[in-house]
């Protein structure tokens, strides 16, 4: 068996900036010939509706949609960077209907595949896109549902800083750096030898 993958996953409410971070973080990698893979948001593909009409049917094609996707560029790539999580897609369930049992075990079995998620605030009301609900009202209890969900099951993530936006891919490259170089042995920390 291949090892897992690096997986990285941009998280947050819709209309934040995930797929620009993502690109750009790929195109930053790529140019350090770091050989990834982008797997891009698959609600915008859904055939059943989405945003606040959402339904068990279209939550379940999203979220295994999003697995399989991110199970076939893990075995092609050993950097795999997605534009949300599972997380991300199972929240918008919850704040339709109910939890769904199966759902759960099946996100709560699959973001510890994630290394890193790197957590990009709302900044700005979402611009409609034709897609993505552009109600700033729903993309904010988007982002606090979220918040809560990452509390409730303990999930750590390196949360970008509002205020600080034009450094955000900086930010995440070095973050995604730091896991993809190998640790360095310390060589002066060594006691001295006779």
């Given at each position: 068996m291949?090892?897992?993958?690096?997986?990285?996953?941009?998280?947050?409410?819709?209309g934040?900036?995930?797929?620009?971070?993502?690109y750009?973080?790929?195109?930053?990698?790529?140019?350090?010939?770091?050989?990834?893979?982008?797997?891009?948001e698959?609600?915008?593909?859904?055939?059943?509706?989405?945003n606040?009409?959402?339904t068990?049917?279209?939550?379940?094609?999203?979220?295994h949609?999003?697995?399989?996707?991110?199970?076939?560029?893990?075995?092609?790539?050993?950097?795999?960077?997605?534009?949300?999580?599972?997380?991300?897609?199972?929240v918008?369930l919850?704040?339709?209907?109910e939890?769904?049992?199966?759902?759960e075990?099946?996100?709560?079995?699959w973001?510890?595949?994630?290394?890193?998620?790197?957590?990009?605030p709302?900044?700005d009301?979402?611009?409609?896109?034709?897609?993505?609900?552009?109600?700033p009202?729903?993309?904010?209890?988007?982002?606090?549902?979220l918040?809560?969900?990452?509390?409730?099951?303990?999930?750590?993530?390196?949360r970008?800083?509002a205020?600080?936006?034009?450094?955000?891919?900086?930010?995440?490259?070095?973050?995604?750096?730091?896991?993809?170089?190998?640790?360095?042995?310390?060589?002066?920390?060594?006691?001295?030898?006779?």
């Amino acid at each position: 068996m291949s090892p897992a993958p690096f997986k990285i996953a941009f998280i947050g409410s819709h209309g934040v900036g995930k797929t620009t971070l993502c690109y750009g973080l790929a195109a930053r990698l790529k140019a350090r010939d770091v050989s990834c893979e982008v797997v891009h948001e698959v609600a915008r593909r859904c055939p059943l509706p989405i945003n606040r009409d959402t339904t068990y049917a279209a939550q379940a094609w999203i979220l295994h949609t999003q697995i399989a996707e991110e199970l076939v560029a893990g075995a092609r790539y050993p950097v795999v960077l997605c534009d949300r999580s599972a997380l991300d897609n199972f929240v918008y369930l919850l704040l339709a209907a109910e939890r769904e049992p199966a759902l759960e075990r099946l996100v709560d079995a699959w973001m510890p595949t994630y290394s890193l998620l790197i957590d990009v605030p709302i900044v700005d009301s979402p611009a409609p896109d034709g897609i993505r609900a552009a109600d700033p009202g729903f993309q904010r209890a988007v982002e606090e549902r979220l918040r809560r969900e990452l509390v409730r099951r303990g999930i750590a993530t390196l949360r970008l800083d509002a205020g600080g936006r034009p450094r955000w891919l900086d930010v995440a490259e070095d973050a995604a750096l730091a896991l993809l170089r190998p640790p360095q042995l310390s060589l002066l920390d060594e006691p001295a030898r006779d």
